[in-house]
């Protein structure tokens, strides 16, 4: 074995036992998650089953602002006179008999906080350094993911460079493209074997695939440049470029080169389709033409060939054909995608791509896929709900299309039957049990409630078997009018849910001509202007939760765009650590529908 070789197969040694690390990390995660049976049959394939009592009263796509109340019980807010924009201007919080232990809202006494043991200095320390890894720097980057990225270009680096020069060695440069090529595969794939080792979904890793496949690209004009270079010192220039391998070395070049300028947001933001269609293309074509350029490169090809083709065999099965009801949620701009045929399979925050089988989205619009979380629970009547929000062209047709709803007898829109393709599901918060915690907040902004939804149902289904004592959704939307849609929805949540208390925050940010003088909403949701203040939010959930006498941590949801993510990170981040441990720590999970 020369150097090169040995270099390269020790980086890739090197890179397979860091992520073996993450996987080792993660272990308690899955041990946790499939010692339980539902760890086996929910997450992995969609499929029906027959359905429980609906936890999901019929939606009203059009209703009235202003809901019935139960007079009996003390839970209002009017908004009128409610312009405190603190949490004690929350008064309609639920109270559960079952719940005894809990913080009684209606009480100004202080309950007496569950004993805690004081953990070792040791664990502070560990959550400062996680918190220190969650902070956000540049473009959304965290600071673990900058570092992960770093140590990545470091290794590459370090082969490219050791005892080497790429103008008087071009050779190597070649040598680390091809030990990145299963790499760059394997990251790519939505079953991806890397995020299956260290629970995480594709798109989390895909700002991997991303770097990886950007210093491939910087390799690949490298040693391309470097032979030039080399040859035409040495004369032979006309030469070597009439040789067939080096041939099959330009056809790769200019591969890799159009996949790297189609990949930038330049152009998938003016032509996803050209992204695609040189992805297709060059991915495949610059495989044929490594093993040709040179034929050390073929081991490395069948690895990211096994990837790519096991990725396609398991998508095609993760790949339903079914029949969708399509419904206009007005007041949200939202699509309510619902299939009947498809009711369990799923877990809670996971996603699926859906592609919709209809001439009305247009020319090319059949060709189109796109990913949308999971809205509800699994095992219900109305199957599986999608929420897609009217964002750009293809959501926009699809809004269109359901607005050619029919009506039946009653008034009331039936929806429009369509075939759609689902794959999956996907992503979500792999293996994280969240029925295992004893708090939850889910900070959502828009469409990002579909997360919440079915994460809450996911948790009050599970009854006795959920430690979860406190669940708190935060909304944020810009028309209060956006509630008038879910409200019903949210209600019978609060209401079912008998081991867990129950609150939803909405808070709207669009000023609105609208008098809400008398408008009452169900007990346990309140509707606030203004943005929330996460802090002291999180803070009431983390006191409640040590108030029900439980330690077993909070988890904190976020799902949304990526500056709400953004916010809620650095509030986690900067959650008193005191508090923090005493509940048994605070774990961060973020959605967001960036690309
Ligand atoms: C994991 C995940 C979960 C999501 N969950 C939800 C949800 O529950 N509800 C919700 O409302 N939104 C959700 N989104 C966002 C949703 O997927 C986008 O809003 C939707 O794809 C917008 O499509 P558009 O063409 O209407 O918008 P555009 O603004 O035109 O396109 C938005 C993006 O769609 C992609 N795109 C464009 N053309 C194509 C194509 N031909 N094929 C495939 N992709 C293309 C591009 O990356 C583009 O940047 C989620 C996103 C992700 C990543």
Redesign the pocket.
Known sequence: MGLDDDLVYHADILIFGIILIFALANLPKVYARFSRSSGWSEGHRLHSVVPRRSMNPAINCNPPISYPIDSTKPSFVDLESSTDHSLTACVSLPYHPGNTRMNDPYNEKELPLAPQRLPPPSYYLLHSAASVLRYRVHDNYSIGQVLLMMLYTSIIFYVSFYKSNPFTDPHRAGFVIASQIPFVYALATKNNIIGIMVGVGY?KLNFLHRLVGRLMVIGANVHFLGYVYKWSLDGVIYKMLAEDFVRWGIVALVCFDLLGFCSTSFV??RS??LF?ATHIVGLNVFLFAACYHEPACIPYVIAAVVFYSIDHVVRAVKTRIATARLRPVTELG?TRVEVPSLNAGWRAGQ?VRLRVLSSSMGWWGW???????I?NATQTQEGMV????K??????SLFDMAQTSSYCESGKEAGRDVTVMVEGPY?GVGHTVMSSYSGTMFVVGG?GI?FALSAVQDLIRAGEDNDVKIIDIVWSIQDPGSLSPLVTQLASIVERSTTARVRVHVFYTRAISTTFNGMILPRGITLLPGRPKLAKLLDAVVTDTMSAGSANGVFVGVCGPVSLANLTASVVNGFDTRMRTAVGGVTFHE?T?G?
């Open positions: 798109e998938r933001s996803y389709n695609l939202i996603h060709s189109e896929v796109h990913p949308f979380t809205a999608l929420m897609c929000k964002t750009g062209r293809w959501t926009s992503g469409s579909t959605e529908f690309w």
